[in-house]
Structure formats: C-alpha cells, structure tokens
C-alpha cells in the first residue's frame, strides 16, 4: 500500500484553504494596518529629530510605534489559525482516506481496515436565537485510535457520503454474513444476534420488539409493551447497517 499512498487523490477536503488570493485580498490590507501607524510613527521621530532634537525625536513616534506593536499581536495570532486551519485536511484515496492536523504526522486508513463508523449532529443556540449545527464523525479502525474528523470539515458536502458508501461496500457483506451464521454482532450501544437484541440497560428477544426509529439524534426502540428505549445515536456504530439487519433479516 505504500505506493498507493502516493496516488492522486480521487477528493480533497480542507477546512480552510490558504490560496494566493488571501494573500492580496486578506493578509495585505492586514500588514498595511500594523505598517500604517509604525510608517507614521516613524515619520514623527525622523520629522521630531530634524526639526528639535532627539529629545522630541524620542517621545513623538513612541505613541504609534507601540500601536503598531499591539496590532501585531492579533495578526500573529490570526496567521496563526489560517495556517493551522489550512493544514487540516482529509484526503480520499481508491484505496483509503489520509488526514492530517497541525503538529501531527499525516495519517492513512486503507477502507479495509476500518471497522465502523458513527455520525451524529448536535445543536445548539445562544439565548435562543443563534442556533448552530455541528456535525461528527468518528472512524474506527483495527490499527490506529479512533479518528475524530474535525466537525467543519464534516459538514462539506459528500465527505461523510463517500467515506460510508465505501465503508459500507466492505461492511455490510461482512457483517450480514456473520448475523446469518449466528454470531453476535457489536453496533457500539446495541447488539444484535438471531435471538434478541442487547442494549445497555435490557436485553429485548425480537418477539417484544414492535419496531425502530431514529428520531431527534436518537435511535427509539419500540416494544410491544407500549414503552419504548431510547438510545443516542453518538454512542451507535454503523447505524445504517444495524438498522439494514433489523429491516431485513429479523
């Protein structure tokens, strides 16, 4: 696969693009505003010097040199977080994914090695009026500690698609065979097997169970009894199979 890794991406996905344009139409009105008072501040000390002494030349530009000097600071900090931003990125190969985050070594995870995947969304308002979606998605992996995607990056249109439809191509084969030869299958909060499905709390025998739902980022379990168990989708791997399996195969 080491040659693989150096193939053209088939998507990339940056959380925020540094492009030369920024560069003209962001980062040089920036420099231009520290410049500004550190320029007039050195026309002040010049102008002081040549017309009254070094004394007047010493207090004259002081003022602007340390406004510039606070107007650094912000730049600093902003130059910063575009770099950081602009090198956190997901790159989807034939073969796999490749991501990357500042201060980290790039990463690769081969299709075949990842074992599950859970998205989920949540969201929340500022006293009631700004309300903001974040979306997650979290990649689980036989050799590697769980990839937590960055939830801006999640949100660009068809990351998530593609990464599960190719997941998911490997997956679900695996995993319906499995249930079929009687082998308890992991969904993160819940299990299942030919007999019952095991949640956290209670274990159902499919005879009680009236039928599922997602509903309000959680996955509802509907019992015959008129009662219902409520599971959050954030604590659930490969829903969208779990719920093929039930669908299909219960």
């Known amino acids: 696969m080491d040659a693989a890794q150096h193939d053209h991406p088939l998507a990339e996905y940056h959380l925020q693009e540094l492009r030369w ?7 040089l009105p920036l420099v231009l505003l520290v410049l500004g008072p550190f320029g007039y ?28 000097g606070v107007l650094v600071i912000p730049l600093l900090f902003y ?30 995870l081969a299709w075949k090695d990842i074992q599950g995947i859970t998205t989920y969304s ?8 700004l309300r ?11 050799i590697s500690p769980p990839f937590h995607c960055h939830p801006e990056l999640t949100r660009q249109a068809g990351l ?5 439809q190719q997941v998911y191509e490997i997956l679900k084969p695996k995993l319906t065979t499995a249930f079929k030869e009687g082998k308890t299958i992991p969904f993160g909060g819940v299990s299942l097997s ?20 997602v509903e309000k980022g959680s996955f509802l379990v509907k019992l015959t009894a008129q009662n219902s168990i409520n599971v959050p ?11 093929h399996l039930i669908k299909t195969e219960i």
Do not use: C
């Not at 575009?82 to 990357?100: D, F, M, P």
């Not at 903001?132 to 036989?142: C, M, P």
């Not at 998530?160 to 599960?164: E, L, P, Q, W």
């Open 160 to 164: 998530t698609k593609v990464i599960k």
């Open 122 to 129: 949540i969201s929340r308002s500022v006293l009631g009026l």
């Open 79 to 108: 130059t910063l977080r575009r770099l950081r931003r602009a090198h956190t990125w997901v790159k989807i190969h034939s073969w796999g994914i490749e991501y990357h985050q500042p201060l980290r070594r790039k990463k690769h």
């Open 21 to 27: 344009q920024d560069l003209l139409r962001v980062f």
């Open 194 to 213: 030919k007999e019952q499905m095991i949640l956290p709390k209670v274990t159902v025998p499919w005879k009680f169970l009236e039928g599922i739902s």
């Open 233 to 243: 989708i954030q604590k659930l791997i490969n829903l969208e199979i779990l719920i």
């Open 41 to 68: 501040g050195l026309w002040r000390t010049l102008y002081g010097y040549s017309s009254f002494g070094p004394a007047a030349a010493a207090s004259w530009g002081r003022v602007w040199f340390l406004i510039s």
């Open 132 to 142: 903001r979606t974040r979306h997650y998605l979290i990649i689980y992996s036989a």
